[in-house]
Nanobody
Framework: QVQLVESGGGLVQSGGSLRLSCAASGFTFSTYAMSWYRQAPGKERELVAHISSAGGSPNYADSVKGRFTISRDNAKNMLYLQMNSLKPEDTAVYYC?????????WGQGTQVTVSS
């Protein structure tokens, strides 16, 4: 059974930091490209950051470049998102996403709320 379980969300003040984690199971994690998406109330889900299966070639949405860092630990089947200098506009549900060709999996999401 495929599972992607996010954790680490919460309430933080503007300028603060959070580290999101995504625990993967039920598939060969090291072969999948991984991403973080987010969805704010009333808005479409958007890509935040992406990382290749081997951990290289990270790329980021312009809105988070220089503040967020995506990483993964294939030995532990874990994906991370370090979020620094958080802004109120970063408030959203953050989702972990795995993709390999036509295989795609989503986590349930974790809420991040940034107060001004």
């Amino acid at each position: 059974q495929v599972q992607l379980v996010e954790s680490g969300g919460g309430l933080v003040q503007s300028g603060g930091s959070l580290r999101l984690s995504c625990a993967a199971s039920g598939f060969t994690f090291s072969t999948y490209a991984m991403s973080w998406y987010r969805q704010a109330p009333g808005k479409e889900r958007e890509l935040v950051a992406h990382i290749s299966s081997a951990g290289g070639s990270p790329n980021y949405a312009d809105s988070v470049k220089g503040r967020f860092t995506i990483s993964r630990d294939n030995a532990k089947n874990m994906l991370y998102l370090q979020m620094n200098s958080l802004k109120p506009e970063d408030t959203a549900v953050y989702y972990c996403y795995a993709q390999l060709r036509n295989m795609r999996f989503w986590g349930q999401g974790t809420q991040v709320t940034v107060s001004s």
